[in-house]
T-cell receptor, first 112, second 113 residues
Framework: GESVGLHLPTLSVQEGDNSIINCAYS??????FIWYKQESGKGPQFIID?????DKRQGQRVTVLLNKTVKHLSLQIAATQPGDSAVYFC???????????FGPGTSLSVIP | ETGVTQTPRHLVMGMTNKKSLKCEQH?????MYWYKQSAKKPLELMFV???????ENNSVPSRFSPECPNSSHLFLHLHTLQPEDSALYLC????????????FGQGTRLTVV
């Protein structure tokens, strides 16, 4: 069936290093992908999105890469900070947000 | 603040109780969602309302009953819940039919005893 999954359930990085969080998806019809960050005690918060007609999109300290050939999505965080510690979810959807599928999440811990 | 407010933040209820979760959005969105987040599980979409009409019900048990009186408010009525229903219940809103992100509330932490 359709699924969105993460390669690594937990990730620890040193403060100042770059972080890479990976996500695999199986529905090749998906055309919109989102990364969310969820801090403890809070709801998921939008970080960055990308549409299927793009393979890279950059935000402030974050970059999302999309490889449609292997159905792979990644989130890169530059110069990781303690405030980046959270669970990160990837999500995919097709024609509308009604059909969004979330991955299981990756817990990122930043070591000061 | 995301513009989506959920109340209460925490709720403890017995299996015979009836309670309601409330969600309110001030973003001008026309679609609202209920999600369930359990430990070690992906977010599970429960209900979708688009333009105040329910468009998705992912086989959710009838002990969960949603209500969307207008595009800014969403309720989840709870009755005769089970302990396994204990979870974080998240509300979200977005613009219907468009590929844009959803904005989430902070959730209601529900414990069924």
């Amino acid at each position: 069936g359709e699924s969105v999954g993460l390669h690594l359930p937990t990730l620890s990085v040193q403060e100042g290093d770059n972080s890479i969080i990976n996500c695999a998806y199986s529905n090749s019809a998906s055309d919109y992908f989102i990364w969310y960050k969820q801090e403890s005690g809070k709801g998921p918060q939008f970080i960055i999105d990308i549409r299927s007609n793009m393979d890279k999109r950059q935000g402030q300290r974050v970059t999302v890469l999309l490889n449609k050939t292997v159905k792979h999505l990644s989130l890169q965080i530059a110069a990781t900070q303690p405030g980046d510690s959270a669970v990160y979810f990837c999500a995919e959807t097709g024609s509308s947000y009604d059909k969004v599928i979330f991955g299981p999440g990756t817990s990122l811990s930043v070591i000061p | 603040e995301t513009g989506v407010t959920q109340t209460p933040r925490h709720l403890v209820m017995g299996m015979t109780n009836k309670k309601s979760l409330k969600c309110e959005q001030h973003l001008g969105h026309n679609a609202m969602y209920w999600y369930k987040q359990s430990a070690k599980k992906p977010l599970e979409l429960m209900f979708v309302y688009s333009l105040e009409e329910r468009v998705e019900n992912n086989s959710v048990p009838s002990r969960f009953s949603p209500e969307c009186p207008n595009s800014s408010h969403l309720f989840l009525h709870l009755h005769t819940l089970q302990p396994e229903d204990s979870a974080l219940y998240l509300c979200a809103s977005s613009l219907s039919g468009e590929n844009t992100e959803a904005f989430f509330g902070q959730g209601t932490r529900l414990t069924v005893v």
